[in-house]
């Protein structure tokens, strides 16, 4: 005779919960059931559920994705998936979004690094003022990843108030926080020549990977990018060669005298650039 394998009632819930968590609508009862399902279902069903509840309940996911995403035992990614729905909700104005962001805000000060840079990532949406003040601290927190989560958090606020402290973390910062503001300064929304000017001082930086960081956002300045061609890194000469090459063959035109010496840089790469660029500078 066949042995009967029980069905244990968690089993069950589980099952329904999965079903109902792939479903492209949403009941009392379907929500319900997946709220029930989520301390107990495991990390990929918990992140279904999670995606589910923002997408067709937002009004009833606020409190069990901040649950999740002060739960340190949970893993850090469902963690990290909490706070990524979260900062959804809030953007688009969840009921009790007043509530969610206070505790949100009183958990900057929670001793686990770990909560305190989920708070932020959670915290860090379009016109969030509320939250600015406090946000803006933890660009001194003692924790150098929370640091690093605040110029993220800050900048998607689009707030040109976010411009001068995070210019002043810059100044002050190790070369991983200097590179994830310039990464991230553009983003404030600031007037476009000032933070055009940071960009422009910062690509002369000592450091090549503060240069190479400022490259990706510095205007189309052919001046700048010329006297790059002489920067002792030869990423810097190959990437600033490229981004000239970027802007066609009128720019490319002044440039053809300084892009034939590159054709006897002692790196390979910057001469199959400047080559490519000579092409193009040569078309009509």
């Known amino acids: 005779m066949a042995s009967i394998i029980p069905f244990l009632p968690r089993q069950r819930l589980l ?12 009941d009392d009862k379907s929500v319900s059931l997946c709220l029930r399902a989520l301390p107990a279902a495991p990390p990929s069903l918990k992140q279904r559920i999670i995606l589910f509840l923002s997408r067709l309940a937002p009004d009833r996911a606020g409190e069990p994705l901040l649950a999740i995403l002060s739960d340190e035992d949970e893993p850090f990614g469902i963690r990290l998936c909490a706070a ?15 509530e969610i962001v206070s505790r949100l805000i009183s958990r900057l000060s929670y001793g686990d ?18 939250a600015f003040a406090v ?65 422009a001082r910062y690509v002369f ?12 956002f510095l205007p189309d300045r052919q001046d700048l990018l010329t006297q790059l061609f002489r920067d002792p890194d030869p ?10 090459a970027s802007l066609g063959a009128a720019a490319l ?32």
């Open 15 to 26: 099952a329904r919960a999965a079903r109902a968590a792939e479903s492209e609508s949403a």
């Open 84 to 98: 990524v729905q979260l900062r959804s909700l809030l953007c688009r104005g969840a009921s009790g979004k007043d």
């Open 113 to 130: 690094p770990e909560v305190r840079k989920l708070c932020l990532c959670a915290l860090g949406f379009p016109g969030n003022r509320e």
């Open 135 to 199: 946000m803006k601290s933890t660009l001194f927190d003692p924790d150098p990843q929370v640091r690093l989560a605040a110029v993220a958090a800050i900048s998607s606020l689009g707030m040109a108030d976010a411009f001068t402290p995070l210019c002043e973390l810059l100044k002050r910062g190790d070369c991983a926080e200097k590179k994830t503001v310039l990464f991230n300064l553009w983003r404030t929304g600031h007037d476009r020549a000032e933070t055009s000017a940071v960009y």
């Open 205 to 216: 930086h000592e450091n090549p990977e503060i240069r190479l960081a400022c490259l990706a």
């Open 235 to 244: 990423r810097v000469r190959c990437r600033a060669v490229e981004r000239l």
């Open 253 to 284: 035109a002044p440039t053809a005298e300084a892009l034939r010496r590159l054709l006897d840089d002692p790196d390979m790469q910057v001469k199959k650039s400047a080559l490519a660029a000579l092409k193009i500078s040569e078309q009509p």
